[in-house]
């Protein structure tokens, strides 16, 4: 049992070398934004996204409204051809958006969001796929 672990040290130590003898560093990626997309959301190709944008509460509403118009956020969000489906001001979290996308333009949503909603909002994301035709339908058959 000894042996393998001894082993296993060496395999890891022989990889780290590797790494370092190849010249090769862990580095962030520094990728552009991704394409305005035009693919629409269909029923083989939509996904909900819920996102949940937490209000600063250490600054003023006014100075977190300054900073969303600095940003551009209303101007980029959403982006042209995604659909919103729910828009709400929550007390004491700030604001919940439902979207209805094509997955392929998941990537775009989020850079959306990083490039203007940071700083102003703490930002969460649930992908979900709509249910209620199967849960009604379930309910009925229930009946």
Known sequence: MRRSG??????MAALVLLVFATGRSATAQTTPPPQV??????????VLLTVFLRHDQSRPLAA?????????FYKAFPPPGIEVVSWNVVM????????RLPASRLREVNRVLEDTAWGAYRTEFYPTYDYKAVGLAEHEKAQ
């Open 6 to 11: 001894i082993a296993a040290g060496s395999l």
């Open 37 to 46: 997309g035009s693919a629409a959301a269909t029923p083989d190709n939509a």
């Open 92 to 99: 004491g979290i700030g604001q919940i958006i439902t979207l």
């Open 64 to 72: 977190l409204n300054d900073e969303l118009a600095r940003q551009g």
